[in-house]
């Protein structure tokens, strides 16, 4: 099957960088969110983005306008009805995410592929309030989707095979490296990464070295760009705390138990970056 037209639920950052990857690869958009101001800040944030591009030499202005030109914006379920494929790019929360997949299967046709960009949501538990769990799929693009070359593409017990294949062609398009993996809790990028972090934490809070000393223990030994620390507070505390919580739940594994200190820090409101502080203050 061939992917012409996407569709995108969400203009937000996530829903904004699969849209400006899909424009750039020749890949007509079709984006939407709940309110016509959600959906201009979203083309604004991808037209930003293309400029700075356009500063590196690595895009002409030719290309920044015919990108634009294949992404339309709608606050109307109906528009994305043209699409071959929809991803859900909505908040990482289950509950919203169920109300739109139920919605988008109502309306879609029965050959499109519904995909949910999801870092920790069940991939078999969302197609089956669908009636097309067969064509349902995961898609975790990773964030600044523009810039990350990683796709996880996340196989369903119900996903077809034509589905996985359709979905992995379009990545490769997009000019992504997919790995394609079985639905599990974390599926395999934050089942590794999240629990390094904590583990950071469990160093910290041991006092076995400062948090400098430990994120640039991480970068120099292991050859991370980032420390896991410094990483940490850019994803957000709450969020490796909640993933932590999800995975103990799901495993039933001591081995997943979140550090004391993780879930101090939380609760005193340091949530890293977006609350201007976190193990470090910015």
Known sequence: MAIQTVGIVGAGTMGNGIAQAC????INVVMVDISEA???????????????????????EADKTAALGRIQVSTSYDELKSANLVIEAATENQEIKIKILKQLDEMLGSDVIVATNTSSISITQL???????DRFIGMHFFNPVPMMALVEIIVGLQTSDATRDAVKALAERLGKTPIIVKNAPGFVVNRILVPMINEAFFVLAEGLASAEDIDAGMKLGCNQPIGPLALADMIGLDVCLAVMEVYLKEFGDSKY????LLKEMVAAGRLGRKSGAGVYTY
Request: hydrophobic share 45%.
């Open 38 to 60: 959600a959906v201009q800040k979203g083309l604004a944030t991808v037209a930003a983005s293309l400029d700075r591009l356009i500063k590196k030499e690595k895009l002409t």
């Open 257 to 260: 138990r979140p550090c004391p």
């Open 127 to 133: 197609a089956a309030v669908t009636g097309r769990a």
């Open 23 to 26: 424009a750039v690869s020749g």
